[in-house]
């Protein structure tokens, strides 16, 4: 079955660059997402990117995605304490069809 | 806009009771989804609503769950009888669009605890 694979924790210095990587199986992926889910709520979607797309930016956030070897990053520059959460990886066809998840990456981020 | 609410925030019941938990989507929203994270296991999709309608409950665990969407406005999820592995926490989330990029909107969640 699809799987979507991440690593659990990544520990940065405030104002350095965090990359969170995830991997995923599923050949027929339409979209996949980068939610953020911060203590106490729920997962708030950060960015998505279309599968023939290699590259996505948004202000601080840059998503890259490699579809040959399946693999996604987000990266945020400038990291602050206030983007301490856990950064979940989820892949899914589109058109309101089901989401696949990964473990989800926890970040810290060391003032 | 009001964001995805639900309700209880958390719940404890004893093994064998029953607990409703419930989802108001964003007013609007024809989508509607359950989902349910238990603890160090991935997120996994229960359930998707097109207004009243099921379109896909394939990750409903078995026939101890039910869920409903009267009206095609908020939803419940009914566990009953629940046991100890039904304890993790159930996501709610609600989306307008009929197609494209999955643009959901979480509740903050729903935790269980089944002893």
């Known amino acids: 079955g699809e799987d979507v694979e991440q690593s659990l924790f990544l520990s940065v210095r405030e104002g350095d660059s965090s990359v969170i990587n995830c991997t995923y199986t599923d050949s027929s992926s339409t979209y996949l997402y980068w939610y953020k889910q911060e203590p106490g709520a729920g997962l708030q979607l950060l960015t998505y990117?279309?599968?023939n797309m290699d590259m996505k930016q948004d202000q601080r956030l840059t998503v890259l995605l490699n579809k040959k070897d399946k693999h996604l990053s987000l990266r945020i520059a400038d990291t602050q304490t206030g983007d301490s959460a856990i950064y979940f990886c989820a892949d899914g066809p589109g058109n309101n069809r089901k989401l696949i998840w990964g473990l989800g990456t926890s970040l810290a981020v060391n003032p | 806009e009001a964001g995805v609410t639900q309700f209880p925030s958390h719940s404890v019941i004893e093994k064998g009771q029953t607990v409703t938990l419930r989802c108001d989507p964003i007013s609007g929203h024809d989508n509607l989804y359950w989902y349910r994270r238990v603890m160090g296991k991935e997120i996994k999709f229960l359930l998707h609503f097109v207004k009243e309608s099921k379109q896909d409950e394939s990750g409903m665990p078995n026939n101890r769950f039910l869920a409903e969407r009267t009206g095609g406005t908020y939803s419940t999820l009914k566990v009953q009888p629940a046991e100890l592995e039904d304890s993790g926490v159930y996501f709610c989330?609600?989306?307008?669009?009929?197609?494209?990029?999955?643009?959901?909107?979480f509740g903050a969640g729903s935790r269980l605890t089944v002893l």
């Open positions: 990117i279309f599968s």
């Open positions: 989330a609600s989306s307008p669009r009929l197609g494209g990029a999955n643009v959901l909107t």
